[in-house]
């Protein structure tokens, strides 16, 4: 069954720029409208380096689950702020690793849920779930998701190029202290997020004026703070790139992040 027969049915406002659908076609991806593609050509021109960093985000994805489920025995991951499916999904990766990797994915719009729904199973061993959910509710995404992660265990954290959505920082780095501070020890935080650069902040008024949900870049000491109490070994808080790179990784991408480790023991 296609995901056409799963979205038939919901009010996609085509003629409106839609975060995910707009991350989609910057990864060469087939799920968005006119209006995502006009958005994304007109960003191509502003800040050529915007495909760059999708396509550097989706690889720190695929590197940082493949070591955690692989290296760290990490089997359970709470992916926030999924986006549309693509080749490579989280469950994916921590699958092939690790063939009991339990997966819970969270967002919060229904084109995603219908895609997700349709496109994301799980082998046998293992489990993946859906939650319709936004990132700002912590308790009821942990509560939801304790229906498939057991909480006592380690849970890798995802927040993939989503806690710009968030527009205050103190507040976003609340929100990460609440969902470390109730997974057990020995979780982590895997997290992304673009970099403030001139640049980059005048790319993201552009996207803003499009209608979509504005993105907030943030500075290196807001991304740290993120990660306040937790410990981020090498290579720490730098370009994605930079990360456990696998052959040539090009120029640094102005999307930044780090996986950050909480306490083994209490």
């Not at 993120?226 to 990784?249: K, M, Q, S, V």
Request: with cysteine.
């Amino acid at each position: 069954m296609s995901s056409d027969d799963f979205t038939q049915d919901l009010d996609l406002q085509p003629e409106k720029p839609h975060s995910a659908r707009f991350w989609n076609y910057l990864l060469g991806g087939k799920d968005n409208f006119a209006a995502d593609q006009e958005l994304g050509e007109q960003m191509k021109r502003e800040w050529p380096e915007a495909v760059d960093l999708a396509l550097a985000s989706r690889a720190f994805l695929g590197r940082t689950v493949r070591h955690l489920a692989a290296e760290q025995d990490i089997r359970q991951f709470l992916d926030i702020g999924t986006g549309l499916p693509t080749a490579d999904n989280t469950h994916e990766v921590a699958q092939r690793a690790a063939l009991d990797a339990r997966i819970v994915y969270v967002d919060h719009d229904p084109i995603v849920l219908a895609h997700a729904r349709a496109l994301l199973t799980s082998t046998p061993e293992g489990a993946t779930d859906y939650i319709d959910g936004d990132l700002r509710d912590p308790r009821s995404i942990l509560a939801q998701a304790a229906r498939t992660l057991d909480l006592d265990r380690p849970v890798a954290l995802m927040l993939l190029s989503v806690i710009g959505h968030v527009p205050d920082p103190a507040e976003a780095a609340r929100l990460v202290q609440t969902y470390m501070d109730r997974l057990a020890p020995g979780s982590c935080l895997v997290l992304c997020t673009t970099i403030s650069t001139p640049r980059a902040d005048a790319a993201n008024e552009t996207y803003a004026a499009s209608g979509t949900d504005p993105y907030i870049t943030s500075t290196a000491e807001q991304m740290a703070a993120f990660a306040d109490g937790l410990t981020i070994p090498p290579p720490g808080l730098a370009p994605i790139n930079r990360w456990f790179p696998e052959g040539t990784t090009g120029p640094d991408a102005e999307q930044w992040g780090y996986v950050a480790y909480k306490a083994a023991t209490r």
